[in-house]
């Protein structure tokens, strides 16, 4: 993107596909131009198109930098975080940077200068879905906002989970944490390495950017960048879904080796184990821990991160435990194949995880690694979960944006259900 330096030749020549001026009245302490929402759709249409720069204080037909008061630049601030917070769905992520220039005169003034980078999401203002076409905003046409839709979700030559994530660097990766993808056959050269193993990538203007499987396997903490790359954990007494009756509740986030193994953890310290003698003492989780373990792995490994401000959600009852998994199944799978076939929607994450060493201690399970490639999983949850409990497991789709998985839980006779 252009230097401060440069982005003053450019501004000569006037507005392009990365490039919108802006004027800025004030009518007593309120703006007045540019609109709200006429500013959220050119915010949100350059995000949906390509990374450019808004300038505010330069007039976009003559060209001349007018400055905006230097005692109102705070409020030009907070106006435009604003119009990205409250305008934009989901929110706009952008720099916003106030900068002294040089009129044609030759005076001081001030302005404000936003980057907005081209977005992991597609974004909706007050007026629609815009893209930007030359100098100008377009309201995108339904074929055209469908397969952007569709572009920026996992059905593409460049999926979702090798996306760039803008505004972030090598720097937000941990080495510990991506050393350990590495063989006696990586290469040498840490940039080298960390490009061929896809966790980072270049942007349009050769910038390394971290990927999002990079911030998701790399990270001490991907949820900065990706808000809803977290797992929502509560238990429930009873049966029911009500807040009075949460006994347990934990956000877990980190790399997502961990999140598996914490998720985990959670399940096991609040699923009851209850005892017969038969002769012997013989004891009965409520839950496999091989399912779980597999069932956590699954959701982690195919949702889809595309879906903004959806998580995974982990609810533990007496009587089931329910993991809901943002996004529909991959591909051609049907909720009738879902254990009979094999299909990965993020390929990078599923590879990632498959040399991640096993992290749980998970009775029953003869894994090495993390994840399996040979669709043991689903399979697994069914049949443990089916002998420990007498119950199948269900899979079941809400709106075509969540699947559901419901294992039911092992319950001995005279089980008292507060």
Not at 93 to 102: F, H, T
Not at 195 to 215: C, Q, W
Not at 368 to 393: H, N, Q, W, Y
Request: net charge neutral; proline share 5%.
């Amino acid at each position: 993107m252009y230097s401060d330096a440069n982005l003053f030749e450019q501004i000569a020549l006037g507005e392009d596909s990365v490039l919108e001026l802006k004027a800025v009245r004030f009518e007593g302490q309120k703006i007045r131009g540019p609109h709200k929402n006429g500013m959220a759709d050119e915010l949100a249409a350059m995000a949906n198109t390509v990374s450019g720069v808004i300038v505010l204080g330069v007039d976009d037909k003559t060209r001349q930098v007018e400055g905006i008061p230097s005692e109102r630049l705070d409020a030009v601030e907070d106006w435009l975080q604003g119009i990205c917070n409250d305008s934009i769905e989901p929110p706009l992520d952008c720099v916003i940077r106030k900068l002294m220039v040089k009129d044609h005169a030759g005076a001081k003034r001030a302005i404000v200068r936003i980057d907005v980078p081209r977005s992991l999401f597609v974004h909706k203002s007050p007026g629609g879905y815009f893209q930007r076409i030359g100098s100008a905003k377009r309201e995108m046409k339904p074929d055209m906002l469908a397969r952007l839709f569709q572009q920026r979700s996992q059905a593409r030559l460049i999926r979702f989970d090798e996306q760039i994530v803008p505004r972030t660097a090598r720097e937000d990766l941990n080495p510990k944490l991506w050393n350990r993808f590495r063989t006696v056959l990586s290469p040498k050269d840490d940039g080298e390495f960390l490009e061929k193993m896809k966790l980072v990538a270049r942007d349009e203007v050769g910038a390394e950017r971290a990927t999002v499987s990079g911030l998701l396997l790399a990270s001490d903490s991907p949820e900065s960048f990706l808000s809803s790359a977290f797992i929502q954990a509560v238990c429930y007494r009873g049966s029911e879904r009500n807040g009075a009756y949460q006994l347990d509740a934990k956000e877990i986030v980190g790399p997502l080796d961990l999140q598996i193994r914490e998720a985990c953890k959670f399940v096991e310290r609040n699923m009851r184990v209850f005892a017969t003698k038969a002769p012997y003492r013989i004891e009965t989780p409520q839950f496999s821990m091989n399912a779980v373990f597999e069932a956590v792995v699954n959701a982690v490994a195919h949702r889809d991160y595309s879906i903004y401000g959806s998580k995974i959600r982990l609810h533990l009852f007496q009587d089931r435990l329910e993991l809901f998994s943002p996004g529909t199944i991959p591909n051609t799978m049907t909720l009738e194949s879902i254990s009979q076939r094999q299909s990965a929607r993020n390929e990078l994450i599923s590879s990632l995880l498959a040399r991640c060493p096993m992290n749980v201690d998970a009775f029953g399970s003869q894994r090495s690694f993390i994840m399996d490639k040979r669709g043991e999983g689903v399979p697994i949850i069914i049949t443990e979960s089916e002998r420990l409990a007498g119950v199948k497991p269900t899979y079941r789709l809400i709106d075509d944006a969540e699947l559901q998985l419901t294992i039911y839980a092992a319950m001995p006779p005279g089980l008292d259900s507060d």
